[in-house]
């Protein structure tokens, strides 16, 4: 209701809608359909309007079973919650329709912002998965924290053999697990952009890992020239 309300305002140039992980994107995309078999539940409806008077006799006998289960004036809060909702649901289910009809227009785009550690989980690729079945428009990855950038190294390149004679050496061993790790996140990501139709292929851009938490606005500049680069 609240992205359909900014969206139809026509006050912003851009709405960011920002989700932590990709669960909780589905569950924002799962929310439509699941608030409309909601208001369509016989169920609930029963619930709300009992359609005859041997039904309400029940109803009501019902209640009061509830009622002392839950405390007085719960239940009766409840229904009258539920029966406010009904009130309004044919314009509730219209903006629900037009929520599901605007996330898939030319001017939206979702974009994941992850690490190479998380990029090749299950939920991951489920998520991507789900767009690309649902017709979504994805524009692509924001890769953060990739080890080898800030060491020089391009993403996915060629790791190299080090004969850890040299603390140094050494050091770099540790990290080879990491870099091992983010070869396979950009393998991963080629396969996914060659399965794909060119105009469907995500983007990729990857962030250096930081020396620091990233906490003022010179941190954002150095994160964002290192996206331009």
């Keep these: 209701e609240k992205l359909f309300y900014l969206y139809s305002s026509g006050k912003y140039d851009l709405i960011v809608l920002d989700t932590p992980p990709s669960a909780n994107t589905m569950a924002f995309l799962d929310a439509p359909e699941k608030l ?3 208001f369509d539940d016989k169920v609930v409806k029963w619930f709300v309007q009992p359609g005859s008077r041997i039904l309400a006799a029940g109803f009501k006998a019902a209640l009061e079973v509830l009622e002392r289960l839950t405390g007085k004036g719960f239940i009766a809060e409840l229904l009258e919650f539920t ?32 690490t190479p550690e998380r990029i090749l989980r299950d939920d991951t690729q489920g998520f991507v998965e789900r767009l690309k079945r649902d017709q979504y428009p994805f524009w692509g990855f924001i890769i953060n924290r990739t080890l080898s950038l800030a060491l020089g190294m391009k993403p996915g390149e060629a790791i190299p053999e080090v004969s850890e004679d040299s603390v140094l050496e050494k050091n770099f061993a540790t990290l ?3 870099l091992t790790h983010e070869k396979r996140a950009v393998e991963y990501l080629t396969q996914l952009q060659g399965n794909l139709r060119e105009k469907e292929r995500p983007q990729s851009l990857f ?7 990233v906490h003022s606005i010179t941190g954002l500049f150095a994160i964002a020239d290192g996206l331009e680069k």
């Design 36 to 38: 409309m078999q909601f």
């Design 83 to 114: 029966a406010g909702l009904f009130s309004m649901r044919a314009q509730f289910i219209d903006n629900l329709r037009q929520v599901t009809k605007l996330l898939h227009q030319d001017d939206v785009a979702f974009l994941m912002v992850t």
């Design 176 to 178: 080879r697990p990491r």
């Design 207 to 213: 962030v250096a890992e930081q020396s620091t938490d």
